[in-house]
């Protein structure tokens, strides 16, 4: 058995990012349902991955229904969730949080016992994540408790949110940007993609090794970058941001590269089938 499959033939669950690898845009890729067929088929567990804190878990759980994909609340990983994870782990007494976000992120956080303050009341943390709900005197706001000396944490790092409407989504990486920019004060932690926590969160809860998972996206530098952090297998598909040609030139490379996620079900079951 060659050295790749040795590893294919070890995992036992798969993170999926989502836009480029398992859909574009709004349209499902044909190849999708059939391959998480086959990795239930396999005794394989997945996880699909998403940076976007604007929507909920629950929000995900509606919109990838809508697209034909069953998935449960518990096969979703947002940086939000990640989020929350940090700040159980590292400031475990913060209870009281100012949310830069949506009311889905608002709800994400009272779900999991965190008081949300309003306007006049006073917070231990700042949450600043992706708001497409954003006012101006909330940003102002947050930045007036940062600037206090309040725990700052950004969800994530993406500058924009891609789209293929004509317009840029003004993403929670630049709302950051300009709170740093008014208060000279930058986060004391960006979760999300590519911070290896987003992964490590999966290995907790599923009780996995890391080189029982398998990270699979489009991205060199966000998926790739952390599957390599947190020890994972990187698969690079090539259906979303990177070429053949960036995965050539790319260094170090993903552990793998395929065309889609159709041929990585066909690798991953022969390995997982070979005696
Ligand atoms: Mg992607």
Redesign the pocket.
């Known amino acids: 058995m060659s050295q790749y499959e040795q590893k294919l033939k070890q995992i036992r669950h798969v993170t999926l ?5 398992i859909y574009k845009g709004s349209t499902l890729f044909e190849f999708t349902q059939p391959f998480l067929q086959q990795l239930q088929n396999l005794g394989i567990g997945y996880t699909f991955l998403t940076n976007n804190s604007s929507k909920s878990v629950k929000d995900y759980v509606i919109s990838l229904n809508d697209m034909g994909v069953h998935a449960s609340e518990d096969q979703i990983f947002t940086s939000t969730l990640c989020a929350i994870d940090y700040l159980r782990d590292e400031f475990p007494l913060i209870r009281h949080l100012y949310v830069l976000g949506t009311q889905s992120l608002r709800e994400e956080f009272r779900k999991y016992g965190f008081d949300v303050v309003e306007e006049n009341q006073e917070p231990e943390a700042v949450i600043v994540g992706f708001d497409t709900s954003l006012v101006y005197e909330r940003l102002c706001r947050a930045s007036w408790w940062i600037s206090q000396g309040k725990t700052f944490i950004a969800t994530h790092p993406d500058f924009t949110c ?1 789209t293929d409407q004509p317009t840029v989504l003004v993403d929670c990486g630049s709302f950051c940007r300009c709170i740093e920019a008014a208060t000279g004060v930058t986060p004391h932690a960006v979760l999300g993609k590519p911070d290896h926590r987003m992964l490590t969160g999966i290995l907790k809860r599923h009780n996995l090794e890391p080189n029982e998972l398998a990270m699979c ?3 060199i530098y ?2 790739m970058a952390m599957a390599r952090s947190a020890r994972c297998l990187g698969v690079l598909a090539l259906t ?2 990177a070429t053949e040609e960036d995965a050539v030139k790319c260094a170090p490379h993903p552990d793998l590269v395929v065309p889609n996620l159709e041929i990585f079900g066909k690798l991953l079951a022969a390995a997982q089938q070979n005696e």
């Open positions: 990012d989502m836009d480029g690898t891609p996206g489009d991205r966000t998926d979303g941001e």
